[in-house]
């Protein structure tokens, strides 16, 4: 089948390389269809080079890949799927083709995402062997589901995406865009704001990992940032993965996100041998009240870190419905004295209706803090706070360690070049 695969992400801050478009596109040519890409992310009119880009191709079916449904930081939020949702509506009045979203958008409520973008048909999770599965429901004449899960259908762990062949990476590279690449999917964690809990776990070979960083390394791309949520969910898979790396000698500057647990000396040692120079440390105070990891367990990952020469910068999230600031104080306390990078803190959390917080608060709302905005399938942006920006502010106690998410447009790994 002719499909055209569509990037509508042009939020540029930074501008991120379309890696799910480059994956999917491989996949699609591997089963034989005639595939073309449309990456919107630099052109001025989006809908007109959409239409033009349309026509001569005459596509049977065109994939959307949605990255985010809003930029998630409340300072200065941008809502993306509006601009998606035009896009689509462009397609309608251009052809007759099937329109079929994904992309990680989707986790925030796969039906509710789809129904705000009147699309055909949506994949929720990995789209790599999903995607021509819902193709071949079309080409038999058989009506696909409306939503296809595709963690069960997953991906192949040996395969090496073809890179830099459906992307143009100039203009990404050009306005400080670096490409990335994937280990594994889904998530081990269970924090109650994540829509990534939870999600079936699966990584890729070591051997394939390995093959396409020195594909991308001959595409000219010595300067990654790992798209995992967080490479150490499995500290065993991590380290053989590094000790690929390691053997390899790619010659790679990459950037990661990494959670507390699990960690130990060899791992940052196999990092830095791999070239990794910077890591996000995520962090929540809801997690650590709980017991999930300890303010030692922090300080000894900066540590080991920093003793390699990689540099660390913090996501913090503080602020959870039941924490006020005195049961905050010691993290910060901590952070002034363990002297990571860089913390960026966040005290307005984004709400989705089916994770832990999202459910809680639609049957019980919280006895203290706010919730902003009345979407009730929690779309568009809504917000719970239970820390004003003056007590943010007040716990930081000017340290400029410390940055207020959302008031500059600057990604925290970003502060560390």
């Not at 300072?75 to 329109?99: H, K, Q, T, W």
């Amino acid at each position: 089948m002719r499909v055209a695969l569509v990037n509508p992400n042009r939020y540029l801050e930074p501008p991120v390389i379309p890696l799910a478009i480059e994956y999917l596109a491989h996949y699609l040519d591997r089963e034989g269809h005639e595939v073309k890409v449309i990456d919107l992310a630099f052109v001025s009119d989006p809908g007109a080079t959409l239409v033009e880009a349309l026509g001569p191709f005459d596509p049977q079916v065109i994939g959307f890949s949605l990255r985010n449904i809003d930029t998630s930081l409340y300072y200065d939020n941008v809502f993306l799927l509006e601009g998606a949702a035009e896009l689509i509506s462009a397609c309608r009045r251009a052809c007759e083709a099937r329109v079929v979203v994904g992309g990680s958008a989707l986790l925030a409520g796969p039906r509710e995402v789809s129904e705000y973008l009147a699309c055909d048909f949506a994949v929720y999770g990995p789209g790599e062997r999903a995607f021509p599965a819902l193709l071949r429901y079309l080409e038999r004449g058989v009506a696909p589901p409306r939503l296809l899960d595709g963690w069960s259908y997953s991906f192949d762990r040996d395969e090496v995406p073809a890179r830099g062949r459906w992307v143009d990476y100039t203009p990404y590279l050009k306005g400080r865009g670096v490409a990335g690449f994937a280990t594994q999917t889904g998530c081990r964690g269970a924090c109650s704001f994540c829509i990534e809990a939870g999600l079936p776990w699966r990584a890729r070979s070591p051997r394939a990992v390995v093959e396409e960083l020195a594909n991308l390394q001959a595409e000219g791309c010595g300067e990654l940032h790992l798209c995992d949520c967080e490479f150490n969910q499995d500290l065993d898979t991590a380290q053989e993965l590094l000790q690929h790396m390691a053997a390899a000698e790619l010659g790679l500057s990459w950037s990661l996100y990494m959670k507390p647990l699990s960690h130990d000396a060899r791992l940052f040692r196999l990092l830095a041998e791999t070239g990794a120079v910077s890591v996000t440390l995520s962090v929540d105070s809801q997690s650590l009240h709980a017991g999930a990891y300890s303010l030692a367990d922090l300080e000894i990952f900066i540590t080991l870190a920093q003793r390699e020469g990689i540099r660390v910068a913090v996501d913090l999230l503080v602020g959870l419905p039941g924490e006020g600031r005195g049961k905050l104080r010691d993290i910060f306390d901590l952070f002034r004295v363990a002297r990571p990078d860089t913390v960026g803190v966040s005290a307005w959390i984004r709400v989705f209706k089916y994770t832990g917080l999202g459910v809680g608060m639609r049957a019980c709302p919280p006895a203290a803090g706010t919730i902003e905005g009345e979407d009730p399938d929690y779309v568009k942006p809504v917000y719970y706070n239970r820390l004003s920006l003056e007590e943010c502010c007040e716990l930081t106690s000017g340290d400029p360690l410390f940055r207020i998410e959302g008031l500059e447009r600057r990604s925290n790994y970003e502060r560390l070049s």
